[in-house]
């Protein structure tokens, strides 16, 4: 974090700045740098930096806690401030950290002090505060790492994915040039800057540009719109769900016609619903293809057209390879679905393992397996086709949900869809549906499936079961969370 810290420095020395807008109003570079060097003299008064873990909210801290973390030259990881102290504990035993920096009730709720107890305590970003441990801080140990984000596993575990300052100037940079961003451009993070990805095109990229970061600290699609609207906001990021609701929120209004455009991923997107929403707001939405261990590494253009932007998942960044693979490792043709790979210069150096880098596993030409379903085209855009465990095994025959969740979310009534596998003992498995509706009035089986019929989607695939919600359940930033989603469907199913 030093080189882009160090820069932000450099044109607050030249002339002060907004460089935060958040809940509590506009924070200018100088200040933010000012409590910067308070709290990295409470974290590290010897000035040797060390690894830090940051409560990151969606608020100046985060960036004045960034600030402070590169001025020393440490290590930063954001942790969540809902992250359960199990969850925490384990992330803790991962990164080891020299200074957990929080909010008090934050620090209690965690038992920070039970992790550290030869801690010393200080208060510092007005009211929260930082525990240090003893001895010497060693941040070589990161292999070059700046930022650790926590990610949920497989297991239930959080992985804590570790980038060095050079995948998140790449994965910036990149982004600043295909949407046209100019120094001194307000972006807006409205997903919780806890996420690897929020934090990278939110602060990382917002300290590039040297321009005002615009924050929510809770989403509110009102709230949001109004505060990028008022502050002349350029770009920002998210996840389909919070597109879809400021879509429906905006009203035709167009309210984001000063937005270049909204960066959308991390869940089932349908060109349809997408299509709704831009118009609504104004503004340009580009779907793209990215993940934590490897950082936005595709988007279409701005100026591309609504078949490119919403129906696919844009192309490679310059420099970035992806590449759909057989099960034996053979590169498929355009046309075909086949398993991702992605090679490029934000490819993450590892995950966080008893406080150090544990390197990722790699083909033996060095990409990575993403566990995506990828489709190449001949006009080197790419579409993904989803998960390759997202399926349902409904008496031996396999159903892909990416598949089920697109047809269905092209009905014009549906807003938003999840297919889900419920238990059956004859079959194993079957399809059931949790759907929100445009205008709250519920959706039967038969309709639904009429839909499905008319296009030409086979029978064997249809849901069984409908079952009509006020919203998905969601992750900690916004993403659908499936696991809960599955948990909600077999509820529905049993008490039916």
């Known amino acids: 974090m030093r080189q882009v810290v160090r820069e932000f420095q450099l044109r607050a020395e030249q002339a002060d700045f907004v460089a935060v807008v958040d809940d509590e109003g506009s924070h200018t570079a100088r200040e933010l740098l000012a409590e910067a060097d308070r709290l990295a003299k409470a974290m590290f008064p010897d000035g040797a930096g060390g690894t830090v873990m940051l409560q990151a909210d969606n608020s100046w801290r985060t960036v004045a806690g960034s600030l402070a973390v590169g001025m020393s030259g440490g290590v930063l990881a954001v942790v969540n401030r809902h992250t359960t102290p199990a969850e925490f504990a384990a ?248 398993r991702a790979a992605v090679r490029g210069p934000s490819l993450f150096l590892g995950y966080a393992r008893d406080g150090r880098v544990d390197p990722p596993t790699l083909t033996d030409d060095g990409y990575f397996p993403t566990g995506d379903l990828l489709m190449t085209h001949e006009d080197g855009t790419v579409t993904i086709m989803g998960r390759e465990k997202d399926i349902i095994i409904r008496g031996g025959r396999n159903i892909d949900i990416t598949e089920i969740e697109r047809a269905v979310a092209s009905y014009p009534r549906v807003a938003r869809a999840c297919v889900a596998a419920v238990p059956d003992e004859v079959l194993g498995e079957r399809v059931a549906l949790l759907v929100v509706t445009e205008d709250g009035r519920g959706i039967d089986l038969a309709e639904l499936t009429g839909h499905l019929e008319s296009l030409g989607l086979s029978k064997t695939k249809w849901p069984e079961f409908v079952y009509d919600i006020e919203e998905l359940p969601q992750t900690k930033v916004g993403k659908l969370d499936r696991s809960a989603a599955r948990a909600l469907a077999h509820r529905l199913r049993k008490d039916a």
């Open 91 to 338: 992330a803790f035993e991962d990164i080891r950290p020299d200074a957990v920096v929080a909010e008090p009730s934050a620090l209690a709720e965690w038992a920070v002090a039970d992790l550290v107890p030869d801690r010393a305590d200080e208060a510092v970003l007005n009211g929260w505060g930082v525990q240090r441990a003893p001895g010497q801080s060693d941040v070589s140990r990161w292999a070059g790492g700046v930022l650790i984000g926590l990610t949920s596993g497989s297991t239930g575990r959080p992985k804590g994915v570790v980038q060095s300052e050079e995948a998140l100037r790449y994965a910036s940079a990149s982004t600043i040039e295909i949407n046209g961003l100019r120094t001194g451009d307000a972006v807006a993070a409205i997903v919780p800057l806890s996420s690897t990805a929020a934090y990278c095109f939110g602060v990382y990229l917002s300290l590039l540009l040297g321009g005002p970061l615009v924050l929510t600290g809770k989403w509110d699609r009102a709230v949001a719109m109004r505060r990028m609207a008022e502050r002349d906001v350029r770009w920002t990021m998210c996840v389909p769900t919070m597109a879809l609701q400021m879509g429906a929120e905006a009203a035709g209004s167009g309210i984001l016609s000063g937005v270049r455009a909204i960066t959308v991923g991390g869940g089932p997107m349908d060109r349809g619903a997408l299509t709704r929403a831009e118009k609504s707001l104004g503004t340009k939405i580009l779907r793209v293809f990215g993940m934590s261990e490897c950082l936005g590494h595709t988007s279409p253009g701005p100026d591309e057209p609504e078949e490119i932007r919403l129906a696919r998942d844009g192309r490679p960044f310059p420099g970035t390879d992806l590449r759909a693979l057989t099960p034996d490792g053979t590169e498929v043709a355009p046309g075909a679905t086949g």
